[in-house]
């Protein structure tokens, strides 16, 4: 049960503002945000674990909505440092315990 | 210094040949995985180890075999090699038992591009 990303892929210039979203077609119990750059390893973000819980990260911060069972990654004021694929992972409540990741975002920052 | 690191780098080799890709942790982490990231860059989980015991084995052809000789290494041997096991293949480790990974975020090796002719 793949959880499904939208937009597929965004372009921005440097300074503008962006939402990923992901949801699921079942319960969640949490949701990962991960970043990859080209050529590099996903890298950490955010872990949500509870209905309605917001977290940030710099200028990038998330939210999850337990009852629409998605969350949302928003990036404020974008930098090029941004550019990379955004994935979300997701885990269900009974669910074996494995994180199954969307099939990405990819987010360009030009200058 | 490096949390989890993969050997080698990059695999090139012919169809039908057998390989090994190494994976080890120094971050004391209870559970272990092999995800595989195809050209479309889908992540999809493989295997999953927890204290040297296999908890997920997905729908993987058996000519893949994992072995985790101690919590801190998980290999994988890959048997008749084809031309779809082409891909980027990362190792990626967890705090935590069983349920770790509801909680835990996964730190993930640099990857092994393994190209297949």
């Known amino acids: 049960q793949q959880p499904v990303q939208s937009p597929q892929a965004v372009i921005l210039r440097e300074g503008e503002d962006a939402v990923i979203n992901c949801s699921s077609s079942?319960?969640?119990?949490?949701v990962h945000w991960y970043r990859q750059k080209h050529g590099e390893a996903p890298v950490f973000l955010m872990i949500?674990?509870?209905?309605?819980e917001q977290k940030g990260h710099e200028k990038i911060s998330a939210s999850f909505n337990e009852k629409k069972q998605q969350s949302s990654l928003y990036l404020t004021a974008s930098q090029l440092s941004y550019s990379g694929t955004y994935f979300c992972?997701?885990?269900?409540?009974?669910?074996?315990?494995?994180?199954?990741f969307g099939k990405g975002t990819k987010l360009t920052v030009n200058p | 210094d490096t949390a989890v690191s993969q050997t080698p780098k990059y695999l090139v080799t012919q169809m039908g040949n057998d390989k090994s890709i190494k994976c080890e942790q120094n971050l004391g982490h209870d559970t272990m995985y092999w995800y595989k990231q195809d050209s479309k860059k889908f992540l999809k989980i493989m295997f999953s180890?927890?204290?040297?015991?296999?908890?997920i084995n997905e729908t993987v052809p058996n000519r893949f075999s994992p072995k985790s000789p101690d919590k801190a290494h998980l290999n994988l041997h890959i048997n008749s090699l084809e031309l779809g096991d082409s891909a980027v293949y990362f190792c990626?480790?967890?705090?935590?038992?069983?349920?770790?990974?509801?909680?835990?975020?996964?730190?993930f090796g640099n990857g092994t591009r393994l190209t297949v002719t």
């Open positions: 990626a480790s967890s705090q935590g038992g069983g349920r770790g990974v509801y909680n835990s975020p996964l730190h």
């Open positions: 079942k319960a969640l119990y949490s």
């Open positions: 949500l674990l509870k209905g309605g």
């Open positions: 180890y927890n204290n040297k015991e296999l908890i």
């Open positions: 992972g997701t885990s269900w409540r009974g669910g074996s315990e494995k994180l199954v």
